[in-house]
C-alpha cells in the first residue's frame, strides 16, 4: 500500500513511517513542495506518486491566530481537505481526513473558528470522496512535535519548568491525551484491514483537564514546579469544556483497546531522552 500524506512532517505523519514498517510505503512531501490550498499543486502530486491512499494531515491549528485570520483558517482545513479528497477520489484512492475533537455521534457544535474549519473541512471530504475516512485525536503528543504550534503540551510544560516559569493551566476543560505513535500505528491498522468508511476516534483511553495533565507530565518526568489551575478567561478564545472522545467504532473490527494515556505518557517521556525529532526538510 503506498500512502501520500500531505502534512506530513508534523506530529501524527511523523510517526506513520514507524508504524508502517516495511510493510507500506510512506510518501511525504514537505509544504514548501506541495501546499494544500493549491488544488493544481495537490492534483500533481497524487496522479505523480499514484497512491492508494492520500491523508490530509495538514492543518492551520493556532487557534488564536485562526480567530484573528479566519480566512486562511478555512482555506487550509476546508478548502485544502477538499482539495485533497477530490484529487484521491480522481486517482481512485482513500481519503483520510486528519481533523479535531468532537464526539463520533453528537452533532458538532464548533465554539471556535478552528472548529468550525474542521467542521467545514470533515463535510467538504465526506462530499468530495466517497471513500473516506475521518479521524479525530485529542491533545496529541509526538517526538516531531508541532511545526503550528511550535511544540506539543507536553514539551510546553518541560521547557517552562526548565526555565524556571511558574504553572497556570487551565482546569474547567477536559481532553484525552493521546501520543501520536499509538494515533499513527491505529490508522495505519485502519487503512491495511479497509475499514469501512466513516469518523473513527484515534484516541488513548480516559480523560483528564489539562492541569492534571500537566500535573502528571510532571510527575512522570519527575520535576517539582509552582503548578496552579485556572479556569478559562472570559477574554480568551472559547475552547469546549469537554472535548473527551469516545472510540466506539474500533474495537467492532477487530482493533484492541488503545492503552490509558498515563502510559502512552509514561512511554513518551521516556523515549524522548534518546528521540532525534524528524523535522520537515526546508
Given amino acids: 500500500m503506498r500512502v501520500l ?112 474549519s474542521k467542521m467545514a473541512g470533515e463535510r467538504g471530504v465526506r462530499v468530495s470522496c466517497p471513500d473516506h475516512l475521518v479521524v479525530r485525536l485529542s491533545g496529541l503528543f509526538g517526538h516531531a512535535g508541532s511545526s503550528g504550534k511550535g511544540g506539543n503540551f507536553v514539551e510546553t510544560i518541560l521547557s517552562k519548568v526548565e526555565a524556571g516559569e511558574p504553572l497556570s493551566v487551565v482546569s474547567d476543560q477536559r481532553l484525552a491525551p493521546t501520543a501520536a505513535a499509538d494515533a499513527a500505528a491505529r490508522l495505519v491498522w485502519l487503512l491495511q484491514n479497509r475499514a469501512p468508511v466513516g469518523t473513527y476516534h484515534l484516541v488513548n483511553r480516559g480523560s483528564c483537564s489539562w492541569f492534571e495533565f500537566a500535573r502528571a507530565i510532571l510527575h512522570g518526568a519527575g520535576l517539582r514546579a509552582d503548578l496552579s489551575p485556572k479556569g478559562t478567561g ?49
Fill in 234 to 282: 472570559e477574554h480568551e478564545v472559547r475552547r469546549p469544556a469537554f472535548s473527551v472522545l469516545a472510540d466506539t467504532r474500533t474495537g467492532p473490527l477487530g482493533l484492541a483497546p488503545a492503552r490509558p494515556w498515563r502510559d502512552a505518557l509514561d512511554w513518551y517521556l521516556s523515549q524522548r531522552g534518546g528521540a532525534r525529532l524528524r523535522r520537515s526538510p526546508r
Fill in 5 to 116: 500524506v500531505f502534512g506530513g512532517w508534523g506530529q501524527l505523519g511523523s510517526e506513520l513511517p514507524a508504524a508502517a514498517g516495511d510493510r507500506h510505503e510512506i510518501v511525504r512531501p514537505s509544504h514548501q513542495d506541495v501546499d494544500v490550498t493549491d488544488d493544481a499543486a495537490v492534483r500533481a502530486a497524487v496522479a505523480a506518486h499514484e497512491p492508494d491512499v492520500v491523508i490530509d494531515a495538514a492543518a492551520f491549528h493556532q487557534v488564536d491566530r485562526c480567530e484573528s485570520e479566519p480566512r486562511l483558517a478555512l482555506e487550509v482545513n476546508a478548502l485544502g481537505a477538499i482539495n485533497v479528497a477530490r484529487a484521491a477520489r480522481e486517482a481512485g484512492a482513500r481519503a483520510v481526513y486528519v481533523s479535531t475533537d468532537y464526539a463520533e455521534d453528537d452533532r458538532p457544535d464548533p465554539v471556535n473558528v478552528y472548529g468550525l
